[in-house]
């Protein structure tokens, strides 16, 4: 195939068979953000690339590696988004949003990042996040669990695990890297050249190494749970106690450092095993330190965002992809006579159902091709109309799925018996 017709490395197509799927499973979290009385947020795809160097953090592999950096004709640098949070704090504080005040958003779109392309990794992929901004207590990051895991189960997921940790204050991971420099010098001969980087310029992302060779040093290095301030352990410790009470099971992994700096205090992830390496379908914080880092008020916050390919391939997976949307009712035109009245019938009944999906024969075809369409479709019922219906008044009632006779039904009365028909009524 000719190179101009493959799509980028690391980037697809969403074809129309599997956009069903999407739709559903984002309609089903739109639905959730409104049950919480989240709002949306609408986002440019492009920022300024100083903005995500000073939320990210520098010495992030993000910023380091992955990034889709360009200047624009004015020569400014900028950068497709890797991620929403930061363009969330940036919206907020330029839009005067979190002037005394608290928000609750949600965004949804496609994200950038260089990374090597793999099953559940890719270089544009699309997160759905959701971020509240003005909100200190413990409360919010339960709720954001909560909210997260009442999606799975509206899925009927299984097989995701919870795993949360806390990353204290900005002052209390200074005394955590500190220590971290100390053993990770200790053992600088066993580092690689990226550890031996990050060393002196931010140790703890040295944790996040996929080196396997340095995966045992990684396992026996000062676990940031040992250096919490007491207000970040009390923090955590009603989290957890929220948690039990709404009945969610999650394990603490001392060493879940997540991959951004703008964290602090909790973390967590929802993982599954079903999905080869890249098992994280869900993952966020608390960033209580960014918003007065980039120009704002001190503001805590907290949010997740969901990888929107990792849980669409988890539902599919699982056999968990919500009711794929087929047209309910598809009309076969027998005869050249049928399409005008078919037509016009196809309009009223559109009409008369709102919400129903009913699709009219296009292009032709005999009956039994139309028919074969109306299956292929996925359609509850074919409704047929040709010279004989027309002339008598009447459309035929074709059931595909319900086992029920085909019937002649008077054109007054159809909408009725397809609802009927179809449950509505
Ligand atoms: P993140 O962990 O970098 O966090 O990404 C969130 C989710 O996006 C991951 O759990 C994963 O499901 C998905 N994801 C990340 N990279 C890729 C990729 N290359 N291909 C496919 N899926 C991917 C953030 O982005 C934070 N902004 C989350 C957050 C919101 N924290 C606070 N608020």
Not at 47 to 76: A, Q
Not at 279 to 297: I, M, T
Request: glycine letters at 8%; charged letters at 25%.
């Amino acid at each position: 195939m000719s190179e101009i017709l493959q799509s980028v490395r690391g980037m697809s197509d969403v074809l129309p068979a599997e956009t069903p799927a999407w739709q559903a499973i984002e309609s089903l979290l739109k639905q959730t953000m409104q049950a919480y009385g989240y709002q949306e947020l609408r986002l440019p795809l492009v920022e300024r690339t100083e903005l995500f160097k000073r939320s990210i953090g520098e010495v992030t592999d993000i910023v380091e590696k992955e990034m889709y950096t360009f200047e624009d004709r004015n020569g400014e640098s900028l950068t497709l988004r890797p991620e929403g949070t930061a363009s969330v704090v940036r919206a907020g504080i330029s839009n005067g949003l979190l002037h005394n005040q608290r928000q609750k958003v949600w965004y949804t779109g496609p994200m950038f990042r260089y990374e090597k392309p793999q099953k559940g990794r890719y270089r544009q992929f699309h997160q759905f996040g959701a971020e509240a901004l003005g909100f200190e207590g413990p409360d919010i990051d339960a709720e954001m669990i909560i909210m997260s895991a009442r999606i799975w189960r509206a899925l009927g997921l299984s097989k995701i695990e919870l795993q949360i940790n806390s990353l204290g204050t900005i002052e209390s991971r200074g005394v955590y890297k500190e220590k971290l420099l100390e053993y990770f010098s200790a053992h600088e001969d066993q580092l690689d050249a990226d550890s031996k980087n990050r060393l002196h310029r931010n140790p703890m992302r040295i944790l996040d190494t996929k080196n396997p060779e340095m995966a045992d040093l990684v396992a026996a290095a000062p676990q940031i749970t040992d250096y919490l301030d007491d207000e970040s352990r009390e923090h955590f410790s009603v989290l957890k106690a929220l948690l039990d009470q709404a009945g969610i099971t999650y394990t603490v992994n001392p060493r879940l450092v997540r991959g951004l700096d703008y964290y602090s205090r909790t973390v967590f992830e929802w993982v599954t095993d079903q999905l080869g390496a890249q098992g994280a379908v869900c993952s966020g914080g608390r960033y209580d330190g960014l918003v007065e880092q980039l120009g704002g008020k001190p503001t805590a916050a907290i949010g997740w965002a969901i990888g929107l390919e990792r849980l669409i391939a988890l539902c599919e997976e699982l056999d968990c992809v919500p009711v794929v949307e087929n047209p309910h009712v598809y009309i076969v035109l027998a005869g050249e006579e049928a399409l005008k009245p078919g037509f016009q019938l196809a309009e009223e009944l559109r009409d008369a159902l709102p919400g129903v999906r009913i699709e009219a024969n296009c292009g032709g075809g005999s009956f039994k091709s139309q028919f074969k369409r109306a299956d292929k479709s996925g359609a509850q019922i074919a409704l047929i109309l040709g010279a004989e219906e027309i002339e008598n008044g009447v459309a035929s009632v074709k059931p595909l799925r319900s086992g029920n006779e085909q019937r002649s039904v008077v054109l007054a009365d159809l909408a009725g018996a397809l609802a009927t028909e179809l449950g509505l009524q």
